[in-house]
């Protein structure tokens, strides 16, 4: 989603209080940003935290940063500059993780960002953006550019299934209808979901794509909520089952009393085998490859 | 805003907003440099809290900054955030902070907690408290300043200990690459912190020599002496302006000046008393801890 991400950005370059910060990251990607944005596109080095907290100080000064960087090198290693320079203070900074999940691949576990969103989600009005297709980057952007907080946003790539074209951006999308399993996704695993079920009839799955969290400032929506009574629930996440949206999802169905039929979620696993690959490969390692998919969910 | 017996004066101003400037910055008398030492001595007494050690060492500073040089385009961040009630009593000696809001510190249902809150208090742009972080921020409101063309001088106090903390160093390196001119960097250098002395646990001595080989222009200063630190704090050219403050942990209280459990003990009756009387301690005498 870089190239995505660089062409809604250079379309945004006019605004003249726009300012991005990258972490030294961008090589054969970001240049055309760079070029539109001149003494506004800022390499803050490999410095993280020093990059993040700048973000804070020209935020409060009425400017709009955008930071970016390979996620974990952002939620994980300036946690605290999130929290207290950033959220404390409810300042509209953009934090650009990029690679969610295992989209790093071999580059091994340093690069994973597994637990991003759902450790972000614990700090006071963070909102989430997980695109789940390429074509939803721009609506993102300016959904993240006009946020009067800050936000964060997870890239990955886009796993649009042959055949298929992707809804229009909207937090909830209803990606395919069915009798069977209401089955939710989060951002670009919502394609891979897609492909697994896509050729499925009427008695398939009832198939979402989430791409805003967490569900405390994105509720879901009506269709999806008459959706759930008497079925089973399943949750897709390339994401750590603590605190990603199945955990939340289940404690929204307790409390409001939504009468399940069954639940289930299939999660990242980390590393069982102990061994690295691709993004493919480690999905599959965690069964979230589309025929895992089928096999796991389906009755 | 306001909740039961704690109000800040009618003229207070948005978030982190920096007091008015004066017509004509007048200097800071000493007079009323001790008295509010003073208050700041009885309100860390009655508030029964310690830290007061790292307050009364950045207090002058403080001050100085506030009353002579801070106005509307100007930017003030309290790295070393345990310093917050030194930063409480300038305010208030400016007017931005009432007394009644200041009886408050440290008390239930404070505005006034012991590190400076995010949000809400005139002339308090950033809550800080965990170290490392203000320099960051200084360094983004100093950018800022010169990407949207405005004139404004950014401080930041930091602690001597803080410089252990590797975010502040790369604040340095980036303030100093970007070469921000309107960016000046105090360093409280009391020497002590929270469990020995700087030499003792990770030496950064002599502090200014060491941020020499960084494109930054040191001074060094006397940071209770009021006409020191107005020479060491002009404007600085082309460079960040980084000024080591030599200073007293504890200073103005004979009985724990250079004194390591100023830093967590609270004051007792005698000790603010002999304070403000100018009366020298008894016992241990002030020089004989960690000076």
Redesign the interface.
Known sequence: MRRELCEALVARSARSDL?FLTGDLGFGALEPLRDALG??F?N??I?E???????????????EPWTYTIAPFCYARAF??IR??IC???LPVRLLGNGGGYAYGVMGPTHHALEDYGVLATLPGLRIFVPAFDSDVAAVVEAAGIEPGPAYLRLGRGELPAGCAAPAYAPWRRLRPGRGPVVVAVGPIAGIAWSAFARDGEDGPDLWAVSELPLALNQPPRDFIEALSGRRLCVVEEHVAQGGLGQALAAWCLEGGVALAGFRTATAAGYPSGTYGSQAFHRRESGLDAASLRERLMP | MARRGHTLRAESRPH?ANPAPQEAPAPLAPGLLTLARWRLLAMHREAHVGHVGGNLSAFDAMMLVHHEMLGAADRFVLSKGHAAGALYVTLWSRGLISEAELASFHADATRLPGHPP??GLPGI??????L??G???????????R??RREGRVFCLTSDGEWQE??TF??L??CA?RRLSNLTILIDHNRLQGFGTTAEVASLDPIGRVLAGFDVEIREADGHDLPDMRRALVPGTDRPVVVVLHTVKGRGVPAIEGRLDSHYLPLTEDQVRAAMLGIPPTGNAPGTGYA
């Open positions: 300012v003494d506004r800022i803050a080095g410095a935290q020093n990059m993040i907290g700048v973000a804070a100080g020209l935020a409060s000064e009425g400017l605290e500059q207290n320079d404390f203070h409810r | 982190g995010a949000g742009r950033f809550g800080t408290g965990s490392g972080h320099l960051p921020l200084a360094g983004g409101l100093a950018l800022a300043a990407l949207q590797g975010s790369e604040a390196i980036f690459h």
